[in-house]
């Protein structure tokens, strides 16, 4: 299959290219399944990092289809990772019903990276979705013991969404809220939460990753309403309405 465009630029830039081998399928909710694969050497070429992402690269009628995926457990002795796939229409998805072990499929590293803030924030304030999730178990797990306590508000569209793993510590505080209104819901839950009186802008720290519209009024909420400063923001729109 013949890369289009971005594979040329992501190969200018320096790109490392991977071949993936699927070991197994697994649905972890009737709406998300997991693909557990053997990395290629991947993990030990690369620098691990929390919500560590790569290119797969799909084969669309022919022409080649790039999606982002964060790396869920990945076990660099083993050489071994595996990724969560929402079961909506699409050539991603598609591929993820129908794969079997021992079919291949190429990846990409590039463009991603990830440091906490130091020192060590008093707070994590969290925003997301079961998309962004394994993003959000990587920066939990990254914590440590002691790590900053987290307040995370994560949006749902499917009844089963709220049975997804969190991996939360006894001091973290995690609400789910359906997706109403386009994701105003969201939106304002979060912006009614975060003041003056609740974070502390020199000491907090911030990961926003949910729908881009979402993302984009929430940072702005944090810049302009409260002075936040951009190098304690960590912010992304995973996915468009």
């Known amino acids: 299959m013949k890369r289009n465009w971005e594979g040329v630029v992501l190969k200018v830039m320096g790109a490392k290219d991977f071949t993936l081998e699927v070991t197994a399928r697994e649905e972890i909710t009737p709406d ?9 050497g991947l993990l030990k070429a690369c620098d691990l990092h929390p919500t560590m992402w790569i290119r797969l690269w799909f084969n ?5 289809h790039q999606r982002a995926y964060t ?22 998805a598609d ?7 021992g079919d291949t499929i190429d990846a990409t590293v590039q463009g991603s990276s990830f440091a906490f803030p130091q020192p060590t924030p008093r707070r994590i304030w969290v925003v997301g979705d079961p998309a962004s999730l394994p993003a959000i178990n990587s920066l939990l797990d990254a914590r440590g013991p002691g790590g900053a306590p987290v307040t995370a508000w994560l949006e749902y569209q499917h009844d089963a969404d709220p049975s997804l793993e969190i991996r939360t510590s006894s001091d973290d505080v995690v609400t789910w809220i359906p997706r109403k209104r386009d994701g105003a819901a969201l939106v304002e839950e ?3 939460a975060l003041t003056a009186h609740t974070v502390s802008v020199a000491d907090d720290f911030f990961w926003v990753a949910c729908e881009a ?11 302009k309403e409260l002075g936040v400063d951009k190098h304690r923001i960590d912010a992304l729109g995973y996915w468009r309405a």
Request: aromatic share 8%; hydrophobic share 40%.
């Open 95 to 101: 591929w993820a019903r129908t794969v079997e072990a």
């Open 213 to 223: 519209s979402s993302t984009r009024a929430i940072v702005k909420h944090l810049k």
């Open 60 to 64: 669309d009628s022919g022409k080649a």
């Open 190 to 192: 979060v912006c009614g």
């Open 71 to 92: 790396l869920v457990n990945p076990d660099p002795e083993a050489g071994t990772f595996s990724m969560d796939f929402a079961m909506h229409s699409g050539v991603a």
């Open 32 to 40: 998300f399944l997991r693909i557990h694969v053997r990395d290629g």
